[in-house]
């Protein structure tokens, strides 16, 4: 029996681009439904807000993908797949409800910190691998990704858990 070629980290790296790209790509599917349901005006926005950025991240990746002289392609992720259904139940359950906004908030934000953590990883070998050009593109979109899940914290403490509370 052949011995089994041992897998690269550069390897890790485009597995782990490609599950990120599929990510991005679910992302952009589900964030018009979150601005839909959201009731508060300051949440539809920042859902608004984050469809574009995502656009822009799913750019970036791509430019990626060139840099590794590989084709831009997703690999399908689990995670993000439990994540999204799990605010698809969120707007199901409470829809109408006090408490819908909260919810989306909660999801959306167990989303972003599943893409920081991907994005981060991601700069990290980049670094490892000498990618230069990657390593700045990822760094930019793991900025985005940080400064959302800040607005989205924001929007939850400022009014959204209140309004949930109090009702």
């Known amino acids: 029996m052949a011995k089994k070629e041992a897998k690269t980290l550069d390897e890790l790296f ?14 952009l599917t589900v964030l018009p439904k979150m601005e839909k349901a959201a009731q508060a005006p300051e949440l539809k926005r920042a859902f608004g807000k984050h469809k574009t950025e995502t656009e822009g991240h799913v750019t970036r990746l791509e430019k990626v993908f060139a840099a590794i002289d590989k084709k831009p392609q997703g690999k399908t992720c689990d995670a993000i797949i439990g ?9 199901k359950e409470y829809k109408g409800s006090p408490a819908l906004d909260a919810g989306l908030l909660a999801a959306a934000q167990s989303v972003e910190h599943y893409e920081i953590s991907r ?6 070998w980049a670094n490892e691998l ?25 929007i939850a403490e400022s ?3 209140q309004e949930a509370e109090a009702a």
């Open 159 to 161: 009014t959204v858990n």
């Open 83 to 91: 994540l999204t259904d799990e605010g698809a139940e969120i707007m």
């Open 130 to 154: 000498g990618l230069d050009d990657a390593v700045r593109l990822l760094e930019q979109t793991l900025a985005e990704e940080k400064k959302t899940d800040a607005t989205l914290t924001e």
């Open 14 to 27: 485009h597995d782990t681009l490609k599950d990120i790209y599929f990510a991005e790509k679910k992302i």
């Open 119 to 124: 994005y981060g990883t991601l700069r990290t």
